[in-house]
C-alpha cells in the first residue's frame, strides 16, 4: 500500500493564482483531513470529511474548498492565492473518527 | 485556538538519557495521540491513549494521561540520536473527525 500520498510536494504561485492540492489514500479510509503547518504553529484543521460526499469545515477553512467525491480522493483548493497561504499543507486519513491518522508527505506551498 | 499545548518547547539531551514531554490541553477529550516528526516530513503516530486510560507503553515510550489536571506526558527512555525530532500530542474532543495538535517540543539527542 501506498498509504498517503500528496502531490505536488513543492509550487510556487503568484498572488491571485488558483490551484488543487492532490490527496489520495488507498487505505479505505472514511475519514479524511487536511491540515496546514506554519512555524511555531503546530497543525491546524481547515477542512475534513467523514466519507464520500460529506465535508465539513474546519479551523481555517477560509479561502480553501474541497470536495470529495470518491472515498480514495480528497482535493484541496485554493481559489485565489494570497500570501498568508504560504505553508506546508498535510492530508491525513484515518478509519475510525478521531482515531490514528496517518499522514501524507506534505506539499509545500509558496505565495508570491 | 490551539488545544494541546506542549511543553517544553525545546529539549536538548545527551543519547542515552530519559526525555521527557508534556501535554496541557483545556477541554474533555475521548482520546489523547501523540505524533513524531523528523525535519520536513509527514507525521508519524507514535501512541494513542483513551480518556479511561492513565498509562500506556509502547517500546521505549510511555505515556501518562491525567484527566483531572488535563495533561499528559510522553517519557522516551534510553534516547537515541534518531529520536532527535519534533513531537507534537493531538487532542479528541468528539465530533466529526477534529483531531486538535498542539504546537510541539523539539526535542534534539546529541552523541
Known amino acids: 500500500n501506498a498509504g498517503v500520498t500528496q502531490t505536488p510536494k513543492f509550487q510556487v504561485l503568484k498572488t491571485g493564482q488558483s490551484m488543487t492540492l492532490q490527496c489520495a489514500q488507498d487505505?479505505?479510509?472514511?475519514?479524511m483531513s487536511w491540515y496546514r503547518q506554519d512555524p511555531g504553529m503546530g497543525l491546524r484543521l481547515i477542512h475534513y470529511?467523514?466519507?464520500?460526499?460529506?465535508?465539513d469545515q474546519g479551523e481555517v477553512p477560509n479561502g480553501y474548498n474541497v470536495s470529495r467525491s470518491t472515498t480514495e480522493d480528497f482535493p484541496l483548493r485554493l481559489l485565489s492565492a494570497a500570501p498568508s497561504q504560504t505553508s506546508v499543507y498535510f492530508c491525513a486519513s484515518s478509519q475510525k473518527r478521531g482515531e490514528t491518522q496517518y499522514f501524507g508527505p506534505g506539499t509545500r506551498l509558496l505565495v508570491l | 485556538s490551539q488545544q494541546g499545548e506542549e511543553d517544553p518547547q525545546a529539549l536538548s539531551i545527551q543519547e542515552g538519557e530519559n526525555a521527557t514531554m508534556n501535554c496541557s490541553y483545556k477541554t474533555s477529550i475521548n482520546n489523547l495521540q501523540w505524533y513524531r516528526q523528523n525535519s520536513g516530513r509527514g507525521l508519524v503516530h507514535l501512541i494513542l491513549?483513551?480518556?479511561?486510560?492513565r498509562e500506556k507503553h509502547s517500546g521505549r515510550l510511555r505515556v501518562t494521561l491525567d484527566t483531572s489536571k488535563k495533561s499528559s506526558s510522553l517519557l522516551i527512555t534510553a534516547s537515541r540520536a534518531a529520536d532527535t525530532a519534533s513531537y507534537f500530542c493531538?487532542?479528541?474532543?468528539?465530533?466529526?473527525?477534529?483531531?486538535?495538535f498542539g504546537t510541539g517540543t523539539q526535542l534534539k539527542v546529541e552523541l
Open positions: 487505505m479505505n479510509h472514511e475519514y
Open positions: 491513549i483513551r480518556s479511561n486510560e
Open positions: 493531538a487532542t479528541d474532543s468528539g465530533g466529526g473527525n477534529k483531531l486538535t
Open positions: 470529511s467523514v466519507g464520500a460526499g460529506i465535508t
